[in-house]
């Protein structure tokens, strides 16, 4: 089962936005509409940003946006802050073996 | 406001059985809305799905490692555990417990993180 790819860094001057990817294939992204994205700080655990392609939790700013086409998904960061500093990671629902599978992650830099 | 703590030993000998619990506090890993994860991060790296439990005890592994996980879970302690045989230092990484929504396919809960360290 292959991770999902994401690009390892993307970077924004503040008050820009940023786009991170995510790749899958016709079994998991896809094919369903179940891509959830995280952010981690260092020596953090990660947290909740986006669910089902384009949801946000409770909580989480709306600077923070989620789509889908064909077999990528893409997270948005406008407006970037110094805070938005950290790395992204997007899950995929995949119907077969676990599950759920990752992506392999990308480091956001605000220059 | 649901609340995951792992707990387990810090530093392993290569060929010893990790054993981590993660005890969930706001909420009751009984119920039918979620799986109860195990997930781990080497130091440097990406995420990595170690598998996760339902309530009704059945188990979901990643495969690349094989029979070396078991899972449970204890309804009467609110905890759920791993064990991971035969530890090699390429097992050293940062493990983490998770609640996962079973669809949407959300980690909405987290624990803080263990460090794990296998070294001779």
């Known amino acids: 089962q292959s991770a999902l790819t994401q690009p390892p860094s993307a970077s924004g001057s503040p008050g820009q936005s940023v786009t991170i990817s995510c790749t899958g294939t016709?079994?998991?992204?896809?094919?369903?509409?179940?891509v959830s994205w995280y952010q981690q700080h260092p020596g953090k655990a990660p947290k909740l940003m986006i669910y089902e392609v384009s949801k946000r939790p409770s909580g989480v700013p709306d600077r923070f946006s989620g789509s889908k086409s064909g077999n990528t998904a893409s997270l948005t960061v406008s407006g970037l802050q110094a805070e938005d500093e950290a790395d992204y990671y997007c899950i995929s629902y995949t119907g077969s073996n676990l599950f759920y599978v990752f992506g392999t992650g990308t480091n956001v830099t605000v220059l | 406001q649901v609340q995951l703590q792992e707990s387990g030993p810090g530093l392993m000998k290569p060929s010893q059985t990790l054993s981590l619990t993660c005890t969930v506090s706001g909420g009751s890993v009984s119920s039918g809305d979620y799986y109860w994860s195990w997930i781990r991060q080497p130091p440097g790296k990406g995420l990595e799905w170690i598998g996760y439990i339902y309530y009704s005890g059945s188990t979901y592994h990643n495969p690349s490692l094989k029979s070396r996980v078991t899972m449970s879970v204890d309804t009467s302690k609110n905890q759920f555990s791993l064990k991971l045989s035969s530890v090699t230092a390429a097992d050293t990484a940062v493990y983490y417990c998770a609640r996962l929504l079973v669809l949407p396919a959300a980690l909405d809960n987290w624990g803080q993180g263990t460090l794990v360290t296998v070294s001779s």
């Open positions: 016709s079994s998991d992204v896809g094919n369903y509409n179940y």
